[in-house]
């Protein structure tokens, strides 16, 4: 095998000897930088309207990130298009750490429903998943089952005959439903509504059968009588919810829960993600967080960036499955 040397192919030695000083120069700069950050505002954007899980939390990330670094820290609500202008927005921002975004379920649904300007995986950096929130399998307190066997064994013996209420075509709680009857291989009647609070009369009333829905949003009325509980979405039971029993008991692999995640646009720093990453882990598990993060119905997470990009990759996988199962479509 022939070698290259510089006598021979100075031209090569020189292309060699400019790329080391790029990359040198850059790693010279990123270190200084990044243990500078931040140094000026820090912008959270939120796809959704303010008084929802991640407008909450994301502004007490804004709270506890101006009270530790002396910056101010604002959120930013961008709404529309099932969070796909204020995502866009985090997607096409500088990739500096001063523009955040904080996402929710959505996110890893949208690209199997709607044509997308950006790439959902590659497009951006993900901190942390900042906090998991279980739905709860639910139905009027007098309808036949008691459980979700009981379900499964009704919904098979009459197709589409159990009816199953949701907060509109490609929430949380529709899509949760669609799993279940994918894993399940049961048949049972969809009925959207718009918003989750316009579905409970119905349900209340048993003129809509079983729904899935937040635990924030259901658990008034599961203490108040109005709902009985079939099953939690989570892997494991719920502290506001003892006796909820997972739905992965009878149904081994299920899990949906809507979650909220923490993120940036692609190609920030490493430096600067793992001082974000550090300070994001610390504050979740501050008793003052972590109480007003259980009042949302939901449990803080606060993992690694690295775990937090598997999940997210995950949850891309399993809701396209979901999606082109259903055959919903953004006409839907």
């Known amino acids: 095998m022939s070698q290259v040397s510089c006598m021979t192919a100075p031209a090569f030695c020189l292309r060699v000897a400019m ?91 949208n690209p199997a429903i709607h044509k997308l300007p950006y790439d959902s995986d590659r497009d951006f950096t993900f901190v942390t998943i900042a906090a998991s929130n279980p739905l709860v399998l639910v139905s009027n307190p007098q309808f036949q089952v008691k459980s979700v066997k009981e379900l499964i064994d009704l919904a098979k013996s009459k197709p589409d005959g159990v009816t199953f209420a949701s907060s509109g075509t490609g929430t949380s709680p529709h899509m949760s439903a669609e799993l279940f009857k994918l894993m399940t291989g049961v048949k049972m009647l969809h009925v959207p509504y718009k918003g989750s609070t316009a579905a409970h009369p119905d349900l209340f009333a048993g003129r809509v059968n079983v729904m899935f829905d937040t635990l924030i949003a259901t658990l008034p009325h599961i203490k108040g009588g109005r709902l009985k509980v079939l099953g939690i979405t989570s892997k494991t039971r719920s502290a506001e919810l003892p006796d909820a029993i997972p739905i992965a008991e009878t149904v081994p692999g299920y899990e949906s829960t809507s979650w909220v995640v923490m993120m940036g646009p692609a190609k920030i720093p490493a430096p600067v993600v793992e001082k974000l990453n550090a300070e994001s882990v610390r504050l979740l598990a501050l008793p003052d967080v972590k109480e007003r993060v259980a009042r949302l119905g939901a449990v803080p997470v606060g993992n690694s960036a690295a775990e937090a990009r598997k999940f997210i990759h995950a949850e891309l996988a399993k809701w396209t499955k979901t999606v082109k199962a259903a055959g919903i479509t953004s006409g839907n």
């Open 19 to 109: 790329s080391c000083a790029v990359l040198l120069a850059a790693s010279v700069f990123a270190l200084p930088a990044a243990a500078a950050y931040p140094e000026r505002p820090i912008r959270i954007i939120v796809p959704f309207p303010p008084g929802g899980a991640s407008d909450v939390i994301a502004r007490l990330f804004a709270d506890k990130f101006a009270q530790t670094w002396g910056v101010t820290a604002v959120v930013d609500n961008r709404t529309g298009a099932s969070g796909i202008i204020g995502t866009d927005l985090v997607a096409k921002s500088a990739p500096d750490g001063y523009t955040l975004g904080m996402v929710a379920l959505s996110f890893a649904i």
